[in-house]
């Protein structure tokens, strides 16, 4: 038997592994010692009620939050250990981000909106133009390639994000409750066309959401509950909790 208090160590082949996050804001513990992996071109569902900790592990995976502790891994490299320079270079050129209401840019159309981490890449504006359009077209909204984000529907507006976040061809893209704002259809539309480019471009997604029906899109779940990752979907983990508790 283990007697030792130690963390698994990264697997094998994983894209990025999380050992132990602990974070807490204020006396809220937000994360208590969240362990997870997400293997290089997997969609990964992670589920849970509000106030889980869902966004907290999705900021600190994607190196937008620091944990209180605990180790990330990305590549090899603690994200801890990199100053921050590298971590947004990081961001910017290996991981895409995608928050519940997408966080277009109002004032650019669909086009400049998706062009523009291109453009931070140094990539000219014609070349980034033509992929921003390839990337539109990807998820079905070429049509609107002129348009503001006021002027699109919610799911629209969805796509351009997607395709925003994964234009770079980042190794993984992080989608928080990204059909959140959705009803079912232009949800069900937002994640078929997800699961399609991710798989073709081989690029990991972990997806949070709290719909059975849209972590079903994801090749595996895990429930996050209190600020502890466990295998399954939530449903399984409730039962689990409610029969230990009971
Ligand atoms: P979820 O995304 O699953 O709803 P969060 O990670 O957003 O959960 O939040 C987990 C807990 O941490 C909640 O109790 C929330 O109120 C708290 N929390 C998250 N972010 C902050 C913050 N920036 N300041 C204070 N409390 C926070
Ligand atoms: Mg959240």
Known sequence: MNT????????????ISARGLRKSYGRTEALRGASLDLHEGE????????????????????????PDEGVVTYGGEQLGL??????????????GVVFQFGQLIPELTALDNV???????????????????????RFGVRG???????????GQSQRVALARALVTGPKAVFADEPTGAL??????????ALVHTA??????????????????YAD????????????????TVGREAARHEG
């Open 199 to 216: 798989k073709e471009a081989g690029t990991a997604v972990l997806l949070i959401t709290h719909d059975a029906q849209i972590a079903a």
């Open 144 to 154: 609107q390639a002129d348009l503001r984000p006021g002027e699109m529907s919610g």
């Open 220 to 235: 595996r779940e895990v429930a996050l509950r209190d600020g502890v990752v466990h295998s399954g979907s939530a449903d």
């Open 43 to 66: 969609i990964l569902a992670v589920t849970g009620t509000s106030g889980s900790g869902k966004s907290t592990l999705l900021h600190c995976l994607s190196g937008i939050v620091r």
């Open 115 to 137: 062009a523009l981490p291109l453009l931070l890449a140094g990539i000219r504006r014609g070349p980034a133009n033509e992929r921003a359009g390839e990337w539109l077209e």
């Open 4 to 15: 030792r208090e130690e963390q698994p160590s990264s697997e094998a082949g994983a894209l």
């Open 183 to 192: 009803d079912t259809l232009a949800g069900e539309q937002v994640m078929t």
């Open 82 to 95: 990199l100053s921050e320079a590298r971590l947004s270079e990081f961001r910017r050129h290996d991981f």
